[in-house]
Antibody, heavy 118, light 110 residues
Framework: EVQLVESGGGMVQPGGSLRLSCAAS????????MHWVRQTTGKGLEWVSS???????YYPDSVKGRFTISRENGKNSLYLQMDSLRAGDTAVYYC????????????WGQGTLVTVSS | QSVLTQPPSASGTPGQRVTISCSGG????????VYWYQQVPGTAPKLLIY???QRPSGVPDRFSGSKSGTSASLAISGLRSDDEADYYC???????????FGTGTKVTVL
């Protein structure tokens, strides 16, 4: 059974940093692209970052230069290092997988809440 | 503000057919595959349609997707109470170099 379990969320002050993790199981992690998507309370979905099976990474302008996605295939783990956090980054963060080279986010984790507040 | 526009709400009675539109542009829907996700409040999104009109295994054939030009649609036939959820379209935008989600549509079963 495919499982994605996020952790590392919490409350942080503006300007602070946080590192999210996503533990994957039930599939050949190294062969899939992985992604982070966030959702603000009561609002829609926003793509945050993606990393390919070979380690290439992608970001929207809203987080470029502040967030860094990485993966550790030997540990079946995905990470999101978030620096210079802003109030607008407050959201539930989901990790998701897709087939290599495609954007069919077919499995999602349960999400972890990040709150940026003073 | 998303580049993909959906109606904020849609509704129907059990057994009816409901259609949700997703309007985009030449840099997104016009050039790339469209995906649809269903999200029951309090849970993670679920992939409903991929590559415009393909259903993952386990998704009932009551759900169908289509695309024409710069717009896409999701149709739900034989509406059921457990179809009550938020529905999002998504695609890659070549101009933004970003994966974009639609504004979302809340489906209510009357």
């Amino acid at each position: 059974e495919v499982q994605l379990v996020e952790s590392g969320g919490g409350m942080v002050q503006p300007g602070g940093s946080l590192r999210l993790s996503c533990a994957a199981s039930g599939f050949a992690f190294s062969g899939y692209d992985m992604h982070w998507v966030r959702q603000t309370t009561g609002k829609g979905l926003e793509w945050v970052s993606s990393i390919g099976a070979v380690g290439d990474s992608y970001y929207p302008d809203s987080v470029k230069g502040r967030f860094t996605i990485s993966r550790e295939n030997g540990k079946n783990s995905l990470y999101l290092q978030m620096d210079s956090l802003r109030a607008g980054d407050t959201a539930v963060y989901y990790c998701a997988r897709s087939s290599e080279g495609l954007l069919d986010f077919d499995y999602w984790g349960q999400g972890t809440l990040v709150t940026v507040s003073s | 503000q998303s580049v993909l526009t959906q109606p904020p709400s849609a509704s129907g009675t059990p057994g009816q057919r409901v259609t949700i539109s997703c309007s985009g542009g030449s840099s997104n829907i016009g050039r790339n595959y469209v995906y649809w996700y269903q999200q029951v409040p309090g849970t993670a999104p679920k992939l409903l349609i991929y590559r415009n009109n393909q259903r993952p295994s386990g998704v009932p054939d009551r759900f169908s997707g289509s695309k024409s030009g710069t717009s896409a649609s999701l149709a739900i036939s034989g509406l059921r109470s457990d179809d009550e959820a938020d529905y999002y379209c998504a695609t890659w935008d070549d101009s933004l170099s970003a994966y974009v989600f639609g504004t979302g549509t809340k489906v209510t079963v009357l």
